[in-house]
């Protein structure tokens, strides 16, 4: 629409005020997702990480991540739009768990992976979105999948505490 009805001088202030705009968020996404794979997936493998090292990780993890994300964008054909979509998508699949380990006691670590690894599959897989698009065609794909996550976290977390039940002995080892 812009491009159509406005000059070419006033669709570039528009896209350059667009790409300022969108540094903000973009560059805050890429330092928290740094520092969370700094601290939650490097840490637990290496516990005795300086405070220095943690921030090189996070440094390198960041331009890791930007690649990626810079990769994804020029290779897909899909809009600005569909894109932000996706990315917001991706990020909402970290919800299922974070509530249900809130709410749900029984909720387990297990369940919330678990949960993770099929709702990616189902945002990302081109077989897992063309049924899901298919199964529920009215629906936004990052919903249907953040609806699987969910209930693939309920099922694990539930068989995984059936198949743990603390005994009278556990309890009495434990102090409890």
């Known amino acids: 629409?812009?491009?159509?009805?406005y000059p070419p001088w006033a669709v570039g202030l528009l896209a350059g005020t667009v790409c300022l705009l969108a540094l903000v968020p973009g560059s805050l996404l890429l330092?928290?997702?740094?520092s969370i794979f700094g601290r939650n997936v490097a840490l637990p493998f290496k516990p005795d990480l300086s405070d220095s090292a943690q921030v090189w990780i996070a440094r390198a993890a960041m331009v890791a991540f930007a690649a990626v994300a810079v990769w994804l964008t020029l290779t897909s054909n899909e809009s600005l739009v569909a894109i932000g979509?996706?990315?917001?998508?991706?990020?909402g699949m970290l919800a299922p768990g974070v509530f249900l380990g809130f709410l749900w006691q029984r909720t387990r670590a297990i369940g919330v992976l678990a949960g993770l690894v099929a709702g990616y599959c189902v945002l990302l897989l081109p077989a897992a979105k063309s049924l899901a698009a298919a199964a529920l065609p009215t629906w936004d794909k990052g919903l249907v999948a953040m609806g699987v996550n969910a209930l693939v976290v309920v099922v694990v977390s539930f068989v995984s505490s059936a198949i743990h039940r603390p005994t009278l002995s556990d309890t009495a080892h434990s102090g409890t």
Not at 31 to 34: D, G, I, K, P, R
Not at 85 to 90: I, Q, V
């Open 1 to 5: 629409f812009v491009v159509d009805q």
């Open 31 to 34: 330092l928290t997702a740094a």
């Open 85 to 91: 979509l996706s990315a917001y998508a991706t990020i």
